[in-house]
């Protein structure tokens, strides 16, 4: 059974910084090219970075860009999403999810809440 279990949201104001977590089972973790994903309320779901199986390769939104970085230890199955200069626009539930050969995201987490107060 796949399981991706997120940690490391939290209520933090705006400026601050945020680590997220996401630990893979069930899997082989380094196969796979890994996503994060947020939800604001009232909004889609929408991409906010990936990262490639061996982490040489990463993209960003642009919205997030030069602030959040994505890594991962393929040795721990888990990938990571450190979050610096947070925006109050930055509240949504965070997910990460397993991205596929045919590049869908197949497998997700149940989320994490980061919450920016201004």
């Known amino acids: 059974q796949v399981q991706l279990v997120e940690s490391g949201g939290g209520l933090v104001q705006a400026g601050d910084s945020l680590r997220l977590s996401c630990r893979v089972s069930?899997?082989?973790?380094?196969?796979?090219?890994m996503g994060w994903f947020r939800q604001a309320p009232g909004k889609g779901r929408e991409v906010v970075a990936g990262i490639s199986w061996n982490g040489a390769n990463q993209f960003y939104v642009d919205d997030v860009k030069d602030r959040f970085t994505i890594s991962r230890d393929n040795d721990d199955d888990t990938v990571y999403l450190q979050m610096n200069s947070l925006k109050p626009e930055d509240t949504a539930i965070y997910y990460c999810?397993?991205?596929?050969?045919?590049?869908?995201?197949?497998?997700w987490g149940q989320g994490t809440q980061v919450t920016v107060s201004s």
């Open positions: 999810a397993t991205r596929s050969l045919s590049g869908a995201y197949s497998d």
């Open positions: 069930g899997l082989t973790f380094r196969s796979y090219a």
